[in-house]
């Protein structure tokens, strides 16, 4: 079947197909919906269209007509006028009939959006097997994204963070939110770090991770690890944690609607300066779309967020969304040599590689990258680290680090600012300028920090 909603101001056509799926822990999914979904490729997202509608901005009159038109109900009220609906019991395909609501009610022109709730199955590069990541010296051990000294790969390919904290290792009083499976918030090297959190998809106040999910917290340790021998790229900034999916009998579901709370929460309630998405997939979700604009013009008392997003690992020629939308700063990953991460790149892993083309802005890197684990067996390696983390989720908070340190010496520059400030210092790895295989350039976090404080 086929259905259309509307995102980005036209009317988007979605294939879906019956999946067989286990789907638990979800407000939005009823035990008795059918599973319409988009089945992807290896290391993409599916999507999950179930009997829920969700709509922002509508007026009161506007949700009693969907009522009356469709039947269909409120049973969630989210921040910054986002509702969510859910269709009669009785309806034959739930499905289509949300559709039919979603166009009806958006045609109108009475509210901000209005589409099917999706559901997102995401995936994410598996590593090498242990065997292969250790047997080559100096990756599983050594931060060479930090302070790369050849072995292998070239020297100076990092994102030079000695010569960045000379001038600044991040301020306690800017936060980096990460949007993720959550995070160990009791990590040794982590803790100290964190000012907030909060569980969007299991409605919780503590987001800690479920089972073994690990990937929020390699992707916080990279940010801001604080161990004096596993340190994240801004070590002394603080750390908002914002669970919006994890692991289910189905895979790795985020909702939309749980979602775009998340972000709002994120620059609203928790005051966070940089929002990381090591997340991404499928058709755009205007709900979560617009709740990244608020963030990047109403965040920081109206100087704005900076919404940092990953590109995507299937060596595609687009970048994922959201990292397709405007002014969000999409990240690429680079590898040892300075090179783009393909599946035929020199660091030998056969199975990703980063996306590409309009919409990319920085690469950063992304291969055998080391940093904290979740603690105990449920982590993917033993003990607090682990040195096989892969993708643009990794590259990505890299970029939010960078983010953070340069508003830790200019908090006075807008969003747009950062942005500019991080792509105009970036170091070349070919063509000067924009180039769709990796945008800008490679993160050098010491170059926008001396062009931030020359303001």
Known sequence: MRIEYYAGGR???????????AVSGRRSLRDDDPIRMVRAEAGETSVIATGTLSVSDAPAEEIVWLRRRFGMTPVAEGSHGKVLLSAPLDAGDPVRLVARAAVAIFERGTVGSAQPNFLRLMAEPEPE????????????????????????GVIGADVAARAAWTITRGDPDVRVAVLDDGVDTAHPYLKSGVVAERDFRDADDVAAPRGNDAHGTACA???CSRDDDLRGLAPDVSLVVCRIGGRSPAGWLADDFAVADAVDW???TAGSAVLSNSWGGG???????LAFDRARTRGRGGLGSVVVAAAGNSQASSVLYPGDAADVLTVGASNQWDERKTRSSRDGETNWGSNSGPGLDLMAPGVRIRTTDVAGPAGSSPGLSTGRFNGTSAATPFVAAAAAMVLSVAPELTEAAVRTTLTGTADSMGPSGWDPAVGFGRLNVFRALRAARRG
């Open 11 to 21: 009317k988007r056509r979605v294939a879906l197909e019956a999946g067989p799926l």
């Open 129 to 152: 097997p242990v065997e292969a990541a250790e047997s080559t010296e100096g990756e599983a051990d050594g931060q060479w994204a930090l302070d790369n000294l050849g072995r292998p």
């Open 221 to 223: 340790g990279i940010i």
């Open 266 to 268: 994120c620059w609203d």
């Open 283 to 289: 058709p755009p979700s205007d709900l979560v779309l």
